[in-house]
């Protein structure tokens, strides 16, 4: 393989993703793994640094030319994450400084969602107003708007899983907050939804019990009581939805996320049917991803090979001091 690759990594709350790519951003090479458990500042920097070096030895690769590193949020200015929902009550976790230590190659950090949303422009040049939302193990968002990608004052001016949706505040998020839309719409928290909207107690026990995929699949078959916890998700979402409308007034809003990318029927059908209830702003169409799980990878490399593109990304580049 040709020397000259840039990396490309995706850190969900699940799942670490890797991969090389060429010139044009092709992806070459790639692995995926499960997040390290490990209560530690400095396990998750080692698994990236660790999973980077192993596929770079598999492909007879020296070091990346360049690295891009899309992770959940929410982001720090020091140049990691802190407190994430999956890694409470750690404070700061370092991700650039194990990284340049290892490689030596510039870095760009960025939220995983703000990787899409740049990976979904770089398709999509017709559209200077675009969002990016994905519906998975949390929720977030990447949004350009009049062209620029906003990023915030922390790098965190996306984090749509955590607006507010419920004012009586029944749901606790993973962040530690209460009403947040994640706390009852995100892959984690959806069987959650059943003690507060089925009134039989038996069904609450039994869907509460069910992780989101079966909740689905059991729906599509004619289970009432995991129907109506679908349809609850439905119009939760469209609320969710309606808020992005508002706030960011994109052309196109464009949905990802394994929730999404598994039921798009059920989840993007009540959205398109419901948003405009709520939103203010003319609603735009929304559509799911072509890319599949592959938006973040893609964006975080695109985001590496052209950060000069993003100047918006300039204070989240780091180097070799």
């Known amino acids: 393989m040709s020397m000259d690759v840039a990396a490309g990594v995706d850190i969900g709350a699940t799942r670490l993703r890797v991969a090389l790519a060429d010139d044009s951003g092709k992806i070459v090479a790639r692995e995926s793994e499960s ?11 080692a698994q990236v640094t660790k999973c980077i070096s192993r596929l770079l030895e598999e492909n007879e690769v020296a070091r990346p030319r360049c690295i891009g590193v899309a992770t959940t949020g929410p982001l720090d200015r020091r140049g990691g994450i802190v407190n994430p929902a999956n890694l409470q009550k750690l404070g700061f ?3 650039a ?17 703000t990787a899409a949303v740049i990976a979904e422009r770089d398709r999509r040049r017709e559209f200077d107003n675009l969002a990016y939302v994905t519906l998975s193990t949390g929720i977030g968002a990447g949004v350009f708007v009049d062209r620029h990608l906003l990023m915030g004052k922390d790098g965190n001016a996306h984090e749509v899983g955590h607006l507010v949706i419920d004012m009586e505040r029944r749901l606790v998020c993973g962040c530690g907050k209460a009403g947040h ?5 995100s892959g984690r928290n959806i069987p959650r939804l059943a003690g507060l909207v089925l009134d039989d107690a038996a069904d609450a026990r039994r869907v509460g019990m069910l992780d989101s995929p079966r909740i689905f699949k059991l729906s599509k078959k004619g289970d009432e009581a995991c129907a109506r916890v679908v349809r609850e998700v ?5 609320m969710g939805f309606a808020n992005i409308v508002d706030v960011y007034d994109p052309e196109l809003i464009v949905v990802g996320g394994a ?6 029927d059920e989840v993007l059908g009540p959205i398109r049917e419901m948003m405009g209830d709520f939103a203010r702003n003319r609603v735009p169409p929304v559509e799911l991803t072509e890319m599949g799980e592959d938006a973040v990878l893609l964006g975080a490399v695109l985001a590496a ?4 593109s993003y100047p918006e990304l300039k204070p989240w580049t780091y180097a070799v001091r």
Request: glycine share 6%; proline share 6%; aromatic share 8%.
């Open 181 to 185: 839309w994640e706390a009852y719409c």
């Open 305 to 308: 090979l052209h950060t000069s």
């Open 259 to 264: 929730v999404a990318l598994f039921n798009a």
């Open 97 to 113: 400084e194990p990284l340049l230590k290892a490689f030596g190659r510039p870095l760009v950090l960025m939220n995983d969602c």
């Open 93 to 95: 976790v370092p991700l």
């Open 234 to 238: 439905g119009l939760l979402n469209a």
């Open 35 to 45: 997040i390290t458990q490990r209560v530690s500042k400095t396990a998750l920097g």
